[in-house]
């Protein structure tokens, strides 16, 4: 029996999976033909959206982990925006070498995430009122180091990381001036990129991962196969909140900056990411490779109507609202399908 429900859910998750992907590949080539003249076929275009959403993109991984578990994590952009605040704030107010910066916001991360997870898994509280607690605390203490944005001037050793650029020797392009110039990429798509190679492998390969799919498939049958639930779901909150400092320090490498607004709303943009590339709201079902084109559906809306010109930025969260609702649409049919199956 537990080998055919896990053959039904890998179809799932690969179904959509594909239907991701296919909405991703016909919206990228209609900006393609559409606004070739404006650039939009351009590998460097491309690697900007990246750029552009590398933090959401680790973030996102981190909300796939707890999503499948069949958790939610609420309080993402109140930590990403709190970890900028403290990289700011430390660098630039207190002088902290970089390294040491990092690596105080990476702790907190792990600390928040064991705290919120040992609220969720051992204390049984509800996810989403613990995590919306997290949510105003971070945005809190946000507030509390500096109601001010702090920009990082001082810090050269972050600024060179957050600036360099690395270089990709094909696709280049000639200039008006007879200039080759390459396209490039950021040292922070280079840690979005591994935190999905890494993230998938957990998921796939080891034992934790396939405890996360058992949890949030059925909590009572991953209790009788022997599962440790709350050591389980436990852990996925601590490695949830090491990557969501994660992903406040890679959207420090973009902002360079702290303050109070920053990142509101990050965690939606994380869950729709997730729900898009076919993580089930329910748990039990999704794939960080998913999220991953989630994440490029959404980079790729903002490119399109940015290419448009005339449509305001608000048209971003109009039409990625309408493909998660169609996505939420699907994952409802899969659950009655899976509700009939299961009666019968």
Same mark, same amino acid.
């Given at each position: 029996?537990?080998?055919?429900?896990?053959?039904?859910?890998?179809?799932?998750?690969?179904?959509?999976?594909?239907?991701?992907?296919?909405?991703?590949?016909?919206?990228? #080539?209609?900006?393609?033909?559409?606004?070739?003249?404006?650039?939009?076929?351009?590998?460097?275009?491309?690697?900007?959206?990246?750029?552009?959403?590398?933090?959401? %993109?680790?973030?996102?991984?981190?909300?796939?982990?707890?999503?499948?578990?069949?958790?939610?994590?609420?309080?993402?952009?109140?930590?990403?925006?709190?970890?900028?605040?403290?990289?700011?704030?430390?660098?630039?107010?207190?002088?902290?070498?970089?390294?040491?910066?990092?690596?105080?916001?990476?702790?907190?991360?792990?600390?928040?995430?064991?705290?919120?997870?040992?609220? #969720?898994?051992?204390?049984?509280?509800?996810?989403?009122?613990?995590?919306?607690?997290?949510?105003?605390?971070?945005? @809190?203490?946000?507030? *509390?180091?500096?109601?001010?944005?702090?920009?990082?001037?001082?810090?050269?050793?972050? %600024?060179?990381?957050?600036?360099?650029? #690395?270089?990709?020797?094909?696709?280049?392009?000639?200039?008006?001036? @007879?200039?080759?110039?390459?396209?490039?990429?950021?040292?922070?798509?280079? #840690?979005?990129?591994?935190?999905?190679?890494?993230?998938?492998?957990? /998921?796939?390969?080891?034992?934790?991962?396939?405890? /996360?799919?058992?949890?949030?498939?059925?909590?009572?049958?991953? /209790?009788?196969?022997?599962?440790?639930?709350?050591?389980?779901?436990?852990?996925?909150?601590? %490695?949830?909140?090491?990557?969501?400092? &994660?992903?406040?320090?890679?959207?420090? %490498?973009?902002?360079?900056?702290?303050?109070?607004?920053?990142?509101?709303?990050?965690?939606?943009?994380?869950?729709?990411?997730?729900?898009?590339?076919?993580?089930?709201?329910?748990?039990?079902?999704?794939?960080?490779?998913?999220?991953?084109?989630?994440?490029?559906?959404?980079?790729?809306?903002?490119? &399109?109507?940015?290419?448009?010109?005339?449509?305001?930025?608000?048209?971003?969260?109009? *039409?990625?609202?309408?493909?998660?609702?169609?996505?939420?649409?699907?994952?409802?049919?899969?659950?009655?399908?899976?509700?009939?199956?299961?009666?019968?």
């Amino acid at each position: 029996m537990s080998n055919i429900s896990k053959g039904k859910r890998i179809d799932s998750s690969k179904f959509l999976m594909m239907i991701t992907i296919c909405l991703f590949v016909v919206m990228y #080539i209609a900006g393609v033909i559409i606004y070739s003249d404006k650039g939009f076929g351009r590998m460097q275009t491309f690697l900007n959206m990246l750029i552009d959403n590398a933090g959401l %993109l680790v973030a996102a991984s981190g909300m796939t982990i707890v999503m499948i578990a069949g958790g939610i994590d609420i309080s993402v952009g109140s930590v990403v925006g709190l970890v900028c605040m403290i990289l700011s704030y430390s660098m630039e107010k207190m002088g902290l070498p970089s390294g040491v910066a990092i690596a105080v916001v990476l702790v907190f991360g792990i600390l928040f995430g064991a705290f919120q997870g040992w609220l #969720i898994s051992y204390m049984q509280l509800q996810p989403f009122i613990v995590t919306l607690a997290g949510l105003f605390m971070c945005r @809190g203490l946000t507030a *509390v180091i500096s109601s001010e944005q702090i920009a990082i001037r001082a810090n050269k050793a972050f %600024l060179a990381l957050a600036n360099q650029n #690395i270089n990709i020797f094909f696709g280049s392009t000639v200039n008006k001036h @007879g200039v080759r110039m390459y396209p490039f990429i950021h040292p922070s798509v280079i #840690i979005a990129l591994a935190v999905v190679v890494v993230v998938w492998f957990i /998921l796939r390969y080891t034992r934790f991962g396939r405890n /996360l799919f058992a949890i949030g498939g059925n909590e009572q049958s991953a /209790l009788l196969l022997g599962i440790n639930v709350k050591r389980t779901k436990f852990a996925a909150y601590v %490695l949830e909140g090491f990557l969501a400092a &994660l992903a406040g320090f890679v959207f420090c %490498l973009n902002t360079t900056a702290g303050f109070v607004e920053q990142a509101r709303g990050f965690e939606m943009e994380a869950i729709s990411s997730a729900v898009i590339g076919g993580t089930m709201l329910t748990g039990g079902v999704g794939t960080v490779i998913g999220t991953f084109f989630g994440v490029l559906i959404k980079a790729t809306i903002e490119t &399109l109507i940015r290419c448009q010109g005339t449509l305001s930025s608000w048209w971003n969260k109009i *039409v990625l609202s309408s493909i998660l609702c169609f996505f939420i649409v699907l994952q409802s049919v899969f659950a009655i399908i899976k509700a009939k199956r299961a009666s019968k």
